[in-house]
């Protein structure tokens, strides 16, 4: 996915056919239709995932890779069934690229694990090592998950970390990309789709530079995935993090996709049942990944949740899907740009956007504004969206967002502006 991704070719969704399969829509908010604008923050589930993880509760609850009887078996193949569903779907040359985490934050804080662990012991691979005067790149746009766990890996190895700002019209700002991005920098980790002002970076230029100084790269792609069509083998990327919950599945779970030779030489993440190859007193060896990386009892009916969720948004195919947010995204910014004192943040187009779209209304605090809509069923997010330096980049503390998904309908926007109508009435 790039922000150049053309979806116009694709078939149109039948958004109707659709929302008949999410049993939340039809239901009523403070006595209104409820308008559920809120997919960036976590997505509604579609009756075939709920049936899949009901199911599973019923007929084959069982622990995986520790039983040879029946119900254990059939737990295991569904939960490595998900994965390999999973992998399919995000093109992952192997399904054993795809760990299992708790979330999007699980999986950064995992990849940064394995720089830390590589400085303090011997057999730490070299690769991952760092020091004073190495150095990590992120960007101003990054949700705290992308930005927190760098910051901490820094402090606590003496990396520096740098940033890539942003333009005035939402972009990131690559103007100075080659004096960011130089031969100390080991690790460049960047948001795919922002979160908060709905930017779709293309990774090419900074996949280009990073592999030219020999850096890797994680992409934070939570809100590109549920969204597009993602090709992991073409997207030049080392690592990518995303998450269950905002793509149709259950929340606590989320997934790590690696290159199969990175994965091999991180070390465990966390240490228990089932990561382990062989256990003495003295030292303990560790299973090869993904098992690694998935100690514990895992998130089964979470796994075959997300798996029942990849088959639904496979069904309907990604590509329409784009296709149908971009056009709500246009729909929204032409209707949201009759709104008086509307300031919206993010590129002012639909090209390069995902289905997400920050505003302010002037002189009115967005926790007000969000107050209101819910009154007339419009459920929108106010805050700083976990992206507190994107806030501050325009001069703002926070944005109410409005986000789109795959049974979003016009009619669902046009009830946002006569909320933002209404709002006015009542504030202005």
Request: charged share 20%; glycine share 10%.
């Amino acid at each position: 996915m790039s922000s150049t991704i053309a979806a116009q070719d694709a078939p149109q969704l039948d958004v109707e056919k659709i929302r008949a399969d999410f049993p939340i829509l039809g239901r009523e908010v403070n006595g209104h239709p409820l308008v559920y604008l809120d997919s960036a923050n976590t997505s509604q589930k579609p009756q075939q995932v709920l049936e899949a993880m009901w199911q599973h509760y019923a007929v084959h609850n069982g622990n995986v890779s520790r039983s040879v009887h029946t119900v254990g078996t059939e737990a295991t193949e569904a939960y490595e069934g998900a994965r390999a569903r999973l992998a399919a779907f995000i093109g992952a040359p192997s399904a054993d690229e795809v760990v299992f985490t708790r979330n999007s934050t699980e999986a950064i804080n995992l990849v940064a694990y394995a720089f830390l662990a590589a400085n303090v012991t011997a057999e730490g691979d070299p690769r991952f090592r760092l020091g004073p005067g190495d150095e990590v790149v992120i960007s101003e746009m990054e949700h705290h998950s992308n930005i927190v766990p760098w910051q901490l890996l820094c402090q606590r190895t003496g990396a520096t970390l740098r940033w890539l700002g942003i333009t005035d019209d939402g972009r990131l700002d690559e103007t100075d990309l080659d004096e960011i991005i130089t031969d100390r920098t080991r690790l460049v980790s960047f948001v795919h789709m922002s979160n908060i002002l709905g930017t779709i970076n293309d990774p090419r230029r900074i996949v280009a530079r990073a592999g030219e100084v020999g850096a890797f790269v994680m992409m934070d792609s939570s809100q590109s995935v549920p969204h597009a069509p993602m090709d992991v083998s073409t997207l030049g990327a080392d690592f990518i993090a995303f998450t269950g919950h905002k793509m149709c599945g259950p929340t606590g779970i989320g997934a790590l996709w690696g290159r199969g030779d990175l994965l091999a030489a991180m070390p465990p993440f966390l240490g228990g049942g089932s990561m382990i190859e062989s256990v003495r007193m003295e030292r303990s060896t560790f299973a090869a990944p993904p098992t690694r990386f998935e100690a514990g009892t895992p998130p089964i009916a979470q796994a075959v949740g997300l798996g029942a969720a990849v088959d639904y948004l496979s069904e309907l195919g990604m590509a329409a899907v784009r296709r149908h947010e971009q056009q709500i995204t246009a729909y929204a910014l032409d209707a949201l740009a009759t709104v008086p004192g509307l300031r919206i943040f993010g590129p002012p187009t639909p090209e390069g956007r995902g289905g997400i779209i920050s505003f302010d209304l002037e002189g009115i605090h967005p926790h007000d504004v969000g107050q209101v809509l819910d009154a007339r069923g419009v459920e929108v997010r106010v805050g700083h969206h976990c992206a507190q330096p994107t806030c501050r980049r325009f001069g703002v503390s926070s944005m109410t967002r409005a986000s789109f998904y795959l049974h979003t309908t016009q009619a669902e926007v046009d009830s946002l502006v006569e909320g933002l109508e209404q709002v006015r009435k009542v504030f202005g």
